[in-house]
């Protein structure tokens, strides 16, 4: 079954072939029906004649791959319904970024080149942002390594009650960053909040967590390393109890100590596991939109302004929609360069495991 | 002194009793195996002896001291495992040195003895590899090099050989004995497969269901299995059993009924007619007559399998099978019938109990 | 040491089930905070220092669904009811559709590699793990274009592709992991492509299909950003009407909203405690199994 598509010696159609199946020339001829259209039709006609043009080239590529499989036929609905709703509107806004276009405007899109580009990589404003998120990213992944590594070795033992507890530890990860965002706006809230309160007793005046940049900073990752170190732990527990028990027994036997132990036979298993939850988590820190704008909206000022957020305020409240593209492309990279990672080293572990 | 020894030893798993009131010695520089079908308990008292598991009761006896309350590390044991348990993340150098961490060598000596070891156990040039590039005979010779490179209370060796092709078995075989032979120690080896247990051991015991059956030197284990299992489980092809009652004796020649006919043999053992009893008698032990006489037994050919210098004849007697290895000059076709004929001081009597009588 | 012990014996005592129950209870505590404070009164919520002991009462509960009014001051309609169908509604059916055509594309890539497989799997899990807000924008003009935004059609169509991803990465690793043993025999008795589906493969993975809905509901059920941009008044989803019932600073209802919250965590408790075997591969879109 499975080898009728791979080993599928159908010579490659030359691009400029009259063919149903030659999706290379259908590409190409939507690649330039969509500038086209862009440049010289108003946004809305622009807009259906480059759907049109897209679902060309995918049925293009469903005749295509048309074999004596019947695996094109399964995947091409949900293909074909990523193309509309995430590939297509991910190629337009590519479109858009290299024109000046408003959405709250009604003048035409113009071609403007790389320049929106250019205002986005010059931008301090942008680098500021970056750095911020940056920081957010550091703060928030080491200290859910660590929390997450300590639940681990709490958790990888077998105790009554473990599930039980295990629920209640897990539980935070499930909940929605609305919640999450809630709960902790709570906590930190100047007069009634527990957190105000239990420093009050210490200190004896009212304490404002989120009036300082640094204190609005630690809201933020105390949140979010809350939310996700189960996450973390839940890989490492994968990794612990891989590790076959005769390989503790040839240790005891062989008189190791429990550093040589840790060092020797359990970090390998869970070296990978390690690796990719950090992956994982970077990539999930670094699209940190929902907590932020929820716990301290970016502020005081924009000191916890994430990129994320500021892509939004730059769509959504600047209006400035031809550079949030550009920007959203600049992170695009970022993301795809970070998962593909992520999926090397998963593949890895699998061929391993 | 490297001596084991197991006093009233037990081990419980809830319910179900693995280990059931032992008693075993081990003097230093023997090599007894642990013989048994699987699920015997053989593997349950070894890993008592690391202390690996803690016994339910009974005492575990290292070189004169009693040890129950000792962890593994503190006894001073080496084991081998039937996995190996070979640390993957560690090259075959490292791997072979792990165990002399816990003492306080230099690093030079501790080359030194990895080695020695490794020139021991031809390991040489795999030194640099990971236990993952290695071949199962390599494996099987680190984790036996991470055994001996100690100098130890007692060797144990879980399985060592189970893991290994037919024709790998018999060259380690041979290589284990000699290893061990030079090292003097009290050492225990468990084991499913009769023929590593034979060729290995100083003496064997076969346990079953948690109760050693008999502890015995291996010559003596073949020849004087002391019940019915034993005498079943050692030897292949496995011994013929044969129910029988017996008759009035006639001149000094025991008479037995054995269902389908009669026969007379001349036997020591002091038997009471009307008895029902057990002929016990290895499939080598017959041999082919052309006359049939009282001390014979009829039987037609069932099955013919060759196996290379001898052939084994299956051959049916009314509702019993009788197994007869002849020399594979001999040929025979099936359905034929033949007269055999086995010498009584190569026969073993089981009593009702299904032990052995002694003559 | 006690690492050591646990090797030996192979199980830990009721001790560490006292520090992990210590621990556990840190860690819960601040859900634990939000259902108490859901059932405390307005004053006991707003009570300097925090009452740990208070009369319960479930006022909260029923003005989430219910006009309320607080004497003195205007009648307050929450629109719960609404929300809470929404969320429900929308989840519900493109959860429902992403099931159905993810499946079939999971069997798809699984069974029947097309050139590129590995290629086309990478940028499907590319859709799910890019930030949202890169997506956002162009899906916001598209529907604005279409005439798509605060429908139901659209949010629906929009979730069930933010669905797809998961659910193939999630479905795939479930049929990567099948014996092919047994669909070959049942191709040998006889049996069509379209049988070897529906008879053998399918029923080995209903644990899979059910875990799949279960993390596809509470994916889409906690979404925000979307539900934020692309619903209307009238399709409102839960997580947004609590973020703009926290929007306006004066006067939040932290009894209410702890109320909201409390209703939306008892099903992601129960999951939670149920699909355990399956978190791991839940969490990381299938993309770790063990």
């Known amino acids: 079954m499975a080898e009728t598509a791979l080993n599928d010696t159908r010579a490659p159609l030359g691009i400029t072939e009259l063919r149903a199946g030659n999706w290379r020339l259908a590409l190409l001829v939507a690649v330039i029906v969509m500038t086209v259209s862009i440049i010289a039709l108003p946004g809305e006609i622009s807009f259906w004649v480059s759907l049109a043009a897209v679902l060309f080239v995918g049925l293009s590529i469903v005749i295509n791959a048309w074999g004596n499989s019947p695996g094109p036929l399964l995947v091409a609905p949900a293909l074909a319904l990523l193309v509309v709703m995430n590939i297509f509107p991910l190629m337009w806004s590519f479109g858009l970024s290299f024109f000046k276009f408003r959405v709250n405007r009604l003048a035409p899109p113009k071609f403007t080149g790389l320049s929106n580009y250019e205002k986005i990589l010059t931008d301090p404003t942008v680098w500021d942002r970056l750095q911020t998120t940056a920081i957010v990213v550091v703060l928030t992944v080491t200290t859910q390594m660590v929390v997450g590594f300590l639940l681990a070795l709490l958790f990888e033992r077998e105790f009554p009650l473990r599930r039980v507890l295990l629920m209640l530890v897990l539980t935070p990860m499930m909940l929605s960053f609305v919640a999450v965002g809630a709960f902790f706006r709570f906590y930190y809230e100047p007069t009634f909040g527990l957190l105000s309160q239990a420093v009050r007793v210490f200190t004896g005046e009212v304490f404002i967590l989120q009036a300082t940049p640094a204190g609005a900073m630690a809201g933020i990752v105390i949140a979010d390393a809350w939310m996700w170190s189960p996450f973390v732990m839940l890989l490492v527990v994968a990794g612990l109890v891989s590790v076959p028990k005769y390989l503790y027994e040839a240790a005891e036997i062989d008189r190791a100590s429990w550093w040589r132990k840790f060092r020797t036979i359990t970090f390998p298993y869970i070296r990978s596991l390690l690796l990719l939850a950090l992956l994982f988590r970077t990539i999930e820190a670094f699209k940190l939109f929902d907590i932020v704008f929820l716990i301290t909206d970016g502020g005081p000022g924009t000191s916890t302004e994430t990129i994320a957020v500021y892509v939004y305020r730059l769509g959504f409240q600047a209006f400035r929609t031809s550079q949030a593209s550009a920007l959203s492309y600049i992170l695009l990279f970022v993301v795809i360069v970070l998962t593909n990672l992520y999926l090397y080293f998963a593949r890895q572990r699998d061929a391993q495991v | 002194m490297s001596t084991i020894a197991l006093h009233n030893l037990t081990k419980r798993f809830g319910t179900l009793t693995a280990v059931d009131d032992i008693d075993l010695e081990v003097s230093a520089g023997e090599v007894l195996c642990l013989l048994g079908p699987s699920g015997c308990g053989k593997t349950t008292t070894l890993r008592m002896v690391a202390g690996l598991e803690t016994a339910t009761a009974g005492d575990v006896v290292i070189g004169g001291e009693r040890v129950n309350h000792l962890t593994a590390a503190q006894r001073n044991v080496a084991m081998a495992f039937q996995f190996y348990a070979l640390y993957p993340s560690l090259t075959v150098a490292d791997n072979l040195a792990y165990p002399l961490h816990a003492e306080p060598i230099a690093e030079a000596e501790r080359d030194r003895r990895v080695a020695q070891v490794a020139e021991v156990l031809e390991l040489t040039h795999v030194l640099r590899r990971l236990p993952g590039q290695l071949a199962e005979g390599e494996k099987q010779r680190v984790s036996v090099g991470r055994a001996i490179i100690r100098d130890p209370n007692c060797f144990l060796f879980d399985e060592p050989l189970s893991r290994l092709d037919v024709q790998l078995r018999e060259t380690m075989r041979g290589q284990i004995k000699e290893v061990l032979s030079n090292l003097k120690k009290a050492t225990v080896i468990v084991t499913h497969d009769q023929f590593e247990a034979l060729t290995m051991a100083d003496r064997i015991a076969v346990m079953r269901d948690g109760v050693i059956e008999q502890v015995a030197s291996p010559h003596d284990i073949f020849a004087k299995p002391s019940n019915i299992f034993v005498a079943s489980f050692i030897g292949t092809p496995q011994m013929n059993l044969i129910p029988a009652t017996i008759l009035e004796p006639t001149q000094g020649v025991s008479n037995f009924d054995i269902g389908s006919q009669h026969i007379a043999i001349a036997l020591k053992h002091r038997l009471r007619p009307g008895d029902r009893i057990t002929l016990g008698i290895r499939p080598r032990s017959f041999e082919l007559v052309a006359q049939q006489g009282p001390e014979t037994i009829l039987a037609d050919v069932d099955l013919i399998e060759p196996m290379g210098a001898e052939t084994l004849f299956h051959l049916a007697m009314q509702d019993h099978e009788l197994r007869v290895v002849v020399d594979r000059a001999r040929r025979a076709s099936v359905g034929e019938r033949l007269a055999v004929r086995f010498r009584p001081e190569h026969t073993h009597i089981f009593d009702a109990n299904q032990q052995l009588m002694q003559p | ?290």
């Open chain 3, 1 to 290: 040491m006690a690492w050591r012990k646990r090797r030996e014996i192979g199980k830990a005592g009721w001790g560490w089930t006292g520090f992990a129950g210590i621990i556990s209870f840190i860690y819960f505590f601040p859900v634990l905070w939000i259902i108490l404070t859901a059932f405390k009164s307005n004053a006991d919520v707003l009570s300097v220092p925090p009452k740990f002991l208070f009369t319960p009462t479930l006022e909260n509960f029923v003005s989430v669904f219910r006009r309320s009014y607080i004497p003195g001051q205007a009648a307050v309609d929450t629109g719960f009811d609404l929300f809470f169908f929404n969320s429900i509604y929308i989840a519900g059916t493109s959860v429902a559709l992403a099931l159905v055509i993810g499946t079939l594309a999971a069997y798809g890539f699984s069974r029947y590699p097309l050139r590129g497989n590995d290629t086309y799997m990478f940028i499907i899990l590319t859709t799910r793990m890019l930030p949202p807000i890169i997506v956002i924008i162009p899906i916001f003009l598209m529907f604005r274009l279409a005439g798509l935004s605060g429908t139901y059609t659209g949010i629906i169509a929009l979730y069930t592709a933010f669905n797809l991803p998961f659910t193939i990465w999630m479905m795939k690793s479930f049929f990567d992991e099948l014996a092919p043993d047994i669909e070959d025999a049942g191709r040998l008795d006889g049996s069509s492509e379209r049988r070897v589906f529906f008879k053998i493969c399918l029923p080995q993975v209903r644990a899979g299909l059910a875990a799949t809905a279960v993390f596809g509901l509470i994916l889409t059920w906690n979404e925000f950003l979307f539900a934020l941009l692309l619903t209307g008044i009238d399709t409102r989803t839960i997580p947004v009407a609590m973020a703009q019932t926290i929007g306006g600073d004066i006067g939040v209802r932290w009894g209410l909203l702890a109320a909201i919250e409390t209703l939306f965590l008892i099903p992601v408790i129960v999951v939670v405690f149920a699909l355990q075997k399956h978190l791991l591969r839940g969490v990381t879109f299938g993309t770790i199994k063990r």
